[in-house]
């Protein structure tokens, strides 16, 4: 079984900065895609950026140039780092990993953490 630890979300003005970590567990398994998503108050949950086991990346549109992702496959984490935080980036963060184990492939996601941007 997959399991998904965020860690890293807060309080914090706009303008600042704040980096998500993500910890898998599950060794025997192949993390092939690992993403954030979020979801803003009263809004559905939304691709924020992915990463695949080899490194190819993408970002939505509205965080490109301020977010970068990046995981570290050895320890199975991935992170987010976010910069030039703006108000509308208040949302649930979540993680989401796309794992496969022989012929077993899994949707997984983490609990959530609250990234809340003041203005």
């Known amino acids: 079984q997959v399991q998904l630890v965020e860690s890293g979300g807060g309080l914090v003005q706009a303008g600042g900065s704040l980096t998500l970590s993500c910890a898998a567990s599950?060794?025997?398994?192949?993390?092939?895609?690992m993403a954030w998503y979020r979801q803003p108050p009263g809004n559905q949950r939304e691709l924020v950026a992915s990463i695949t086991s080899g490194g190819s990346i993408n970002y939505a549109d509205s965080v490109k140039g301020r977010f970068t992702i990046s995981r570290d496959n050895a320890k199975s984490t991935m992170y987010l780092q976010m910069n030039s935080l703006k108000p509308e980036d208040t949302a649930v963060y979540y993680c989401?990993?796309?794992?496969?184990?022989?012929?077993?492939?899994?949707?997984?996601w983490g609990q959530g953490t609250q990234v809340t941007v003041s203005s």
């Open positions: 989401n990993t796309v794992a496969s184990y022989g012929s077993h492939w899994g949707d997984y």
């Open positions: 599950g060794s025997i398994f192949r993390f092939n895609v």
